[in-house]
């Protein structure tokens, strides 16, 4: 499927930081149906009148009567009582994103947005922030963002990504429990319809951003009489055969797509005085910057972080992040002007030195291998990196390379097949330049909903749209909808 840095991980499907470990405070449980006892939040600068609870939920939906786990919940209440249009829920990006602290995040401009009309919601998928986690123990150098990535080798060599995806699943097996194998997308929607009927809503309006977008859609299969106002914002292909090695698989093509954006501002005059202008013109910025990964490749260059040096792949995905957002742009930048020079030592964001913490690793790498079979054969994926590499060299084969998932249990259940059989009552918005999400992904999502759909395409590069990335007119074609439930007669364009 994330704004979201370091929760792009294995499948850059959203862009926010990666939720710390969070605890709800003083917030009793409920199941389905019952009253959630609100208390407050237990997390980094909550929204004033934010709440927290914990809803209880079957840890295997096919067993309802058995174990039990919980799941953190969160609320702002809706200020206009008078006007009150009912409850909105936030669904995070990731795999791995907590809602809760998205909430935190976004909570304020919504409420501004939507004039306190809906009671905001959201909860932590299983794994994340305060709902029930699981451990597969990885060790540290398994859990840093370049190496839960397969980038292959300089030479395009992926022996150490079948070694590494290999330990990983089996250490998944080993230690993850039944906690880890029930984090899946499916029951991401029945969690939410759980929540949904503790709140005491007959309909839901939704928010997906990323990942969220395939969460929503799949709940609004599941719940099609469930949905009342839906917003699926960076969409990617819901195709029930691939799912996330779909995902993927767009990662190349998002990256070319996005790429002349950073090179026309990498170019423009006005960088000379910042001292990050990359070159006189723009195309020849991506030659630039792509030399200067396979010169890395061969010489790596000390960094910030004893022991983490600038290679050729953390450069690559400090690349891919810096995609997600303009605002990301003279980080990039100021990266590559160094690692050309001598007079400065590379500065490393932390999303580049640090590892996830073991449950965040968990649960990314957990939730896309639940979710469908992955391939299994090395010589296919040797194949296919290979010609990934030449076809999109921004991304040097990665987007094709083996995960974990090949070496994972085959899952439990079927994805859901999306459909263009319920209510028309979705909206989406996608940008013409998604480095993780691209535009054609997002036509294969459109495609699949048929008329039950309208797509809001934005002029504007970047992930994620509304509030975001977005232009006045894309976010004015969400508030609208939002808040009046009027959607454009047909797909329609911001420029």
Not at 182 to 189: C, E, F
Not at 237 to 244: F, I, T
Not at 257 to 267: G, H, L, V
Request: charged share 25%; aromatic share 6%.
């Amino acid at each position: 499927m994330t704004t979201y840095g370091r929760t792009a991980l294995l499948l850059a499907l959203s862009s926010a930081a990666v939720a710390a470990s969070l605890t709800v405070a003083r917030a009793d449980t409920a199941g389905a149906g019952g009253s959630l006892a609100w208390g407050d939040c237990a997390i980094p600068e909550p929204v004033p009148g934010q709440q927290c609870a914990t809803l209880s939920v079957p840890l295997d939906y096919s067993d309802p009567g058995g174990r039990r786990i919980g799941i953190a919940v969160s609320r702002i209440r809706g200020d206009r009582s008078e006007e009150r249009r009912g409850t909105l829920a936030v669904i995070p990006g990731g795999p791995g994103s907590s809602g809760v602290r998205r909430l935190a995040s976004k909570g304020a401009a919504l409420r501004g947005e939507l004039g306190g009309a809906y009671d905001l919601v959201a909860m932590d998928p299983r794994g994340v922030g305060g709902s029930a986690k699981a451990n597969c123990r990885l060790d540290e150098g398994d859990r840093r963002l370049v190496t839960l990535r397969s980038w292959p080798d300089a030479d395009g060599g992926i022996d150490e990504n079948v070694a590494r995806s290999r330990r990983t699943a089996e250490a998944c097996a080993r230690n993850g429990g039944e906690v880890l194998a029930s984090m899946t997308t499916a029951n991401q929607a029945r969690d939410l319809d759980r929540f949904r009927q503790a709140l005491g809503e007959e309909k839901l309006s939704a928010w997906g951003v990323s990942y969220g977008t395939y969460v929503g859609a799949v709940y609004a299969q599941k719940f099609p009489h469930r949905t009342d106002r839906w917003v699926l914002d960076s969409s990617s292909d819901p195709d029930p055969e691939r799912v996330a090695r779909g995902w993927l698989g767009f990662l190349g093509p998002g990256a070319e797509d996005r790429f002349p954006d950073f090179a026309e501002w990498a170019a423009h005059p006005d960088r000379t005085k910042q001292g990050l202008r990359l070159a006189e013109r723009p195309e020849d910025v991506r030659p630039l910057v792509i030399a200067l990964a396979e010169r890395l490749d061969r010489e790596p260059k000390e960094s910030s972080k004893p022991g983490v040096p600038l290679t050729g792949n953390v450069l690559r995905q400090a690349l891919q992040n810096a995609l997600y957002s303009d605002a990301a742009f003279p980080g990039f930048a100021r990266l590559v002007v160094d690692a050309l020079g001598r007079a400065r030592t590379p500065v490393l964001p932390r999303e580049l030195t640090d590892a996830l913490s073991e449950e965040d690793a968990a649960v990314m790498v957990g939730v896309i291998c639940n979710d469908v079979r992955w391939p299994r054969s090395v010589p296919a994926h040797r194949r296919a990196v290979a010609e990934d590499r030449v076809r999109h060299p921004l991304t040097a084969g990665f987007p094709a390379n083996i995960t974990p998932c090949s070496f994972w249990k085959a899952p439990a259940e079927k994805p859901t097949r999306i459909t263009d059989r319920g209510p028309s009552d979705i909206l989406m918005i996608q940008s013409l330049r998604d480095p993780s999400t691209p535009y054609a992904a997002g036509l294969k999502m459109r495609a699949a909903l048929g008329d039950r759909a309208r797509l809001v395409a934005v002029d504007q590069g970047g992930h994620g749209m509304y509030l975001g990335n977005g232009n006045a007119c894309g976010d004015r074609a969400v508030t609208t909808f939002l808040r009046t439930g009027v959607r454009p007669a047909s797909d329609t364009y911001c420029g």
